[in-house]
């Protein structure tokens, strides 16, 4: 089967993380031929932060397009002339590609077309035209695939049905890098005693991550006293001003915006624990690699965290979204000392491996006619 693997680009971010770690995973079924393809030139934005990460068995293909709404005209007819080119069986398009498939797929009838949709509905599909839109190839050509179960539930209760798949995300293997050793001295320096625990969060500055939630939280954590340290990972160049106005909520040195990481699982494998703060969620990858690598989640109860974080040996989600409630889960994740990281490790990899999920596309691509 002939995959084509549709996105924008590849910036650091857990939907594109997913393209690159699914498509490799196609790439090792018999019989498949897979594609990635970006349509947004790879000089802007770190559009082609994964790249060195596919497979040598996926093929990789990029457009040089640019951003602009009159350039989007022009990216819309490149990935059309792109899809008649490689004649693929299948056109799976994620986040912003969506557009780029609209003709497409009103054209291409023999081509199964498939949409990903890596958010809670009301947070992927803005009411009015890209609604109706989206509500009419849903029926007519184009299979939506929801990430959790909550997206899949806010598919129905925002779009009034719902005839799409549910397929939770998966999560590729996570392996330390040679850089392990030199980032275990490095949280070491950040560590007060020989018992501080480390907490790690791994996303990007925006308004959904609700950073300021977690910097406060962690301001009152070391001004009670407890020995902890938030390591903060992510890319800020999207919106730096967010990003500043952060930096400026820090009033401990307890707290530690590190920036963007290639090497992140060393990062994780040197953590106690990973935490999210965001007000919405679709299934976190990041949750996912974290709790692969050992880390025990605590989180705000956003999107597919919910779902992932079932019960206490999964995770803590704090009550509601409020400052006290989830500073209350960070201290009681502080007062449990029984947590085995290997443990959560198994827990995660038995039911979100890359592996099982991309089986359960292979199926949905097979079933469609």
């Not at 602009?68 to 986040?95: A, E, S, T």
């Not at 889960?329 to 198994?346: P, T, V």
């Amino acid at each position: 089967m002939r995959i084509l693997e549709l996105s924008r680009w590849l910036i650091p971010g857990g939907a594109e993380r997913f393209i690159v770690d699914l498509s490799n995973e196609l790439a090792k079924i018999e019989g498949n031929e897979v594609c990635i393809c970006t349509y947004v030139r790879e000089d802007v934005k770190k559009a082609a932060f994964y790249k060195p990460e596919i497979s040598p068995a996926v093929t990789y293909r990029n457009l040089n397009g640019n951003l602009g709404k009159f350039n989007q005209i022009i990216n819309i007819f490149k990935v059309l002339f792109f899809i008649m080119k490689w004649k693929p069986d299948v056109v799976h398009c994620h986040l912003q590609a969506f557009n780029m498939s609209i003709l497409p797929c009103l054209l291409f009838r023999k081509i199964k077309f498939v949409n990903t949709l890596h958010n809670v509905a009301e947070k992927n599909i803005k009411p009015g035209l890209e609604k109706k839109l989206k509500s009419f190839l849903y029926r007519h050509g184009m299979q939506a695939v929801t990430i959790s179960p909550i997206c899949y539930r806010s598919f129905s209760n925002y779009m009034g049905f719902n005839n799409t798949v549910m397929i939770d995300n998966g999560c590729r293997d996570i392996h330390k890098t040679e850089e392990f050793e030199n980032v275990r001295n490095e949280i070491q320096s950040y560590k007060k005693t020989p018992n501080t625990k480390i907490f790690i969060n791994v996303a990007r500055f925006s308004p959904q991550k609700n950073h300021p939630l977690m910097i406060e939280a962690f301001n009152r954590l070391a001004a009670k006293g407890y020995d902890v340290a938030l390591l903060v990972i992510g890319s800020y160049e999207d919106d730096p001003q967010v990003f500043e106005n952060i930096k400026a909520l820090i009033k401990t040195e307890r707290i530690h915006l590190l920036g963007h990481k290639n090497n992140v699982p060393d990062y994780l494998y040197n953590s106690d624990a990973f935490t999210l703060s965001s007000k919405w969620e679709g299934a976190p990858i990041s949750l996912l690699e974290a709790a692969f690598a050992g880390c025990y989640p605590v989180c705000t109860p956003a999107g597919g965290c919910v779902d992932d974080i079932c019960s206490e040996e999964w995770g803590l989600l704090s009550e509601d979204f409020s400052i006290e409630k989830y500073e209350a889960a960070l201290i009681k994740f502080l007062e449990k000392d029984n947590i085995k990281r290997d443990e959560i490790s198994a827990l995660y990899q038995g039911k979100f491996s890359m592996r099982a999920c991309a089986q359960k596309y292979m199926d949905e691509f097979n079933k469609l006619g």
